[in-house]
C-alpha cells in the first residue's frame, strides 16, 4: 500500500497517517518529494485495506502496489534519491567519483593514492579493508588497522570513506571509522547482513550480485529500505557470462533499466565490470555515457605489486585522464541523463 499525500497536505495530517500505520502494526516510510509526500507501508503480509486511509484528512490516495518493491520503486518517490554524504552527493546533478585500491595495504600505498585521488577532485575514497577472496589463502586486508589507515585519509584529505562489510559485525566497525558501507558482489543476498545495512545511519553501496538479475538487486536493496536507511547507491560492476575476454561483462543497460523502476542512485564500476586495466577507461566513459549517478574505480601506485586486483587497477596518471575524460562527457549527457 501506498499513500499519496496531497499537496498542501501539513505535517500533521501526515503524521495522522502514520499513527493509523502505527496502530495496525505496519512500519510507515515517509518519502517528502518535490510536489507531494508519499507514506509506503511495509510489515503486511496480505492486503492491506485502502479504506483504513482513504478518509483520512490530507490523504489524495491509497494504492495498491502490486510490483514486488514498495520502497525503491519512482511510484514511492517520483523524484531522484540524492545521497548525502556531508557536503558530498551521490545522484545530484555533480558525477561522483569514489576511488583507490582494492584493498588498503599500507600506509604508505594509502597515503600515496589518497594523495592523487584528492588532486582530482574525487570527493570519495575507496579502499577495502575487509576483503572478500576466493581463496583463503590470498590477502585478506588489514582488518581494523586499515580502517584506522582511512579515517586518518578522511581527516587528511576531506575525502569520504567507502568501505566494505563482509558481515554484521563489520558494519560495526565500518560505522566507526567509514562514511559508506560497500555490500559486496558476493554478499549482495545476505539477507541478515542487509537487515543490518538497513539499520545503519550510514549509507549504502549496493553492488549487484554476480549472477543476480534486476529484480534480486532491487528486491536486496528494498531489504535495506524495509528497515528504514533510504540513503542506498546501486553498483552495477559486472555479471557473469560464457565471454572470455573480460573478468565480468558490464551490464551498461542496467543503467537505464533501473532508472526506468527506482528513485534511487546507479553508479558503475568499470574495474571488476572489465577486470583488465586497458579496458577500465573506455568502459567508464561509456558508464557516464549511458547516465551513470558515479564511478567506482580501483586506483593503485604500484599495480603491479598490487596485494588484489593489481589486473585492473590504474595507474595514478591513467587515473587522472579517466577523471578529465568522463567530466568532459558529464558535461555534455548531464542535461539528457534525467531519463
Ligand atoms: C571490491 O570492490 O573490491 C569488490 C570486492 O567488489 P565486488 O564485490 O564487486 O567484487
Ligand atoms: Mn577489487
Known amino acids: ?15 495522522g497517517v502514520v499513527s493509523v500505520i502505527q496502530e495496525l502494526r505496519l512500519k510507515p516510510h515517509v518519502m517528502p518529494g518535490a510536489t507531494r509526500t508519499a507514506i509506503g507501508i511495509t510489515g ?5 485495506d485502502p479504506s483504513h486511509f482513504e478518509n483520512l484528512p490530507g490523504v489524495a490516495e491509497a494504492i495498491r502496489v502490486s510490483k514486488p518493491y514498495k520502497l525503491i520503486t519512482l511510484d514511492l518517490r517520483p523524484d531522484k534519491t540524492v545521497v548525502r554524504v556531508g557536503d558530498a552527493t551521490i545522484g545530484s546533478d555533480e558525477l561522483a567519483i569514489i576511488a583507490g585500491p582494492c584493498a588498503i595495504e599500507s600506509r604508505a600505498q594509502a597515503f600515496a593514492i589518497a594523495e592523487a585521488v584528492r ?25 581494523e588497522e586499515g580502517l584506522k589507515l582511512l579515517a586518518e585519509i578522511r581527516e587528511m584529505y576531506g575525502l569520504k570513506i567507502v568501505t566494505e562489510a563482509l558481515d554484521e559485525s563489520g558494519v560495526d566497525l565500518v560505522e566507526k571509522y567509514g562514511d559508506v558501507i560497500q555490500i559486496g558482489a558476493r554478499n549482495m543476498q545476505n539477507f541478515s547482513l542487509l537487515r543490518r545495512a538497513g539499520r545503519s545511519s550510514l549509507p549504502i553501496l549496493l553492488k549487484r550480485g554476480l549472477s543476480a538479475t534486476l529484480d534480486e538487486w532491487l528486491l536486496a536493496a528494498e ?19 560464457f565471454a572470455q ?15 526506468r523502476l527506482s528513485h534511487l542512485p546507479v553508479i558503475v564500476d568499470p574495474s571488476h565490470g572489465t577486470g583488465r586495466n586497458f579496458m577500465v577507461t573506455p568502459l567508464a566513459r561509456a558508464g557516464v555515457a549511458v547516465g551513470a549517478d558515479g564511478l567506482i574505480v580501483e586506483v593503485h ?23 578529465s575524460e ?11 541523463a534525467v531519463v
Open 223 to 241: 531489504y535495506i529500505m524495509a528497515e528504514g536507511n533510504y540513503q542506498i547507491i546501486l553498483c552495477e560492476r559486472g555479471i557473469r557470462t
Open 245 to 259: 575476454h573480460t573478468r565480468n561483462t558490464l551490464d551498461l543497460a542496467a543503467i537505464p533499466a533501473v532508472r
Open 301 to 323: 601506485d604500484q599495480p603491479d605489486h598490487a596485494l588484489s586486483d593489481g589486473a585492473q587497477a590504474l595507474t595514478l596518471d591513467q587515473y587522472e585522464q579517466l577523471v
Open 44 to 48: 503486511n503480509q496480505g492486503a492491506v
Open 119 to 143: 588532486r582530482s577532485g574525487a570527493r570519495f575514497f575507496r579502499g577495502g579493508a575487509f576483503k572478500p577472496r576466493t581463496s583463503p589463502y590470498a590477502f585478506q586486508g588489514l582488518g
Open 1 to 15: 500500500m501506498l499513500i499519496v499525500m496531497k499537496a498542501d497536505a501539513t505535517e500533521t495530517q501526515v503524521s
Open 326 to 336: 568522463v567530466r568532459a562527457i558529464h558535461e555534455v549527457i548531464a542535461p539528457a
